[in-house]
């Protein structure tokens, strides 16, 4: 149980383009979702956390504009990359929590490897 | 501001040995407290955890051992196998606020055969 599944796993694109990627949790709900990103040899940046049919909490410095997120289902999260850069490129992992009152744990999807051309 | 430290930074332990990662948090309302383990190229995966509640914790050959009024807890692999070889990271999160996860900077294990 707790499966969280990420599409793509990894991607090229060109800088200027947008890029989406698909966070699903397979066999549970998910009230809230996790977007992180991770540098080579670095510990995971929590980059915005989302609740199902609200808007995303971004962290500080993180771009809201350049970083869309829609969490529009309780097993459906997506993170759009706009007009992406080479400084984009990275490593980026998804978690969900369920909706069990008093739930901590989090699941981990195994994460997209952005890279921008 | 890191709010969960983490030590060491790496770790080169004998087959069977015993891999010990510590780590320390400021923050007295956390109250979860995660390891995980991540392989290269693949997402954390959810090893053990615990709650303040209890000092001690044990599933298989890991071992949370959890020091309340010392805020520190610490991961012990018991019979460490070249398989264990990953990178492990602590984390701690509290019940009120958006209950965000707290990641240590990681510690990445290498078991020699």
């Known amino acids: 149980g707790a499966v969280v599944s990420q599409h793509p796993s990894r991607v090229i694109c060109k800088s200027g383009t947008s890029v989406k990627i698909e966070c699903r949790s397979l066999d549970f709900q998910a009230t809230t979702m996790f977007w992180y990103r991770q540098f080579p040899k670095q510990s995971l940046m929590l980059m915005a956390t989302?609740?199902?049919?609200?808007?995303?909490?971004?962290e500080q410095g993180v771009e809201k504009d350049k970083f869309l997120i829609n969490h529009a289902s309780l097993t459906l999260s997506t993170l759009t990359v706009t007009s992406a850069h080479p400084e984009d490129s990275s490593f980026y992992i998804c978690s969900a929590r369920g909706t069990r009152e008093g739930s901590y744990e989090q699941y981990f999807g195994p994460g997209t490897r952005l890279t921008v051309t | 501001q890191q709010q969960v430290k983490q030590s060491p930074q790496s770790l080169i332990v004998q087959k069977g040995g015993i891999s010990i990662i510590n780590c320390a948090y400021e923050?007295?309302?956390?109250?979860?407290f995660p390891w995980y383990q991540q392989f290269p190229g693949k997402g954390p995966a959810l090893l053990i955890a615990i709650r303040p509640d209890v000092s001690e914790k044990k599933e298989g050959r890991f071992t949370i051992s959890f020091n309340k009024s010392a805020k520190q807890f610490s991961l012990h692999i018991m019979d460490s196998q070249p398989g264990d070889s990953a990178t492990y990271f602590c984390a701690a999160s509290r019940k009120t606020g958006a209950n965000n996860l707290f990641f240590g900077t990681g510690t990445r294990l290498t078991v020699i055969p």
């Open positions: 989302s609740n199902e049919g609200s808007k995303a909490t971004y």
């Open positions: 923050n007295t309302a956390f109250d979860y």
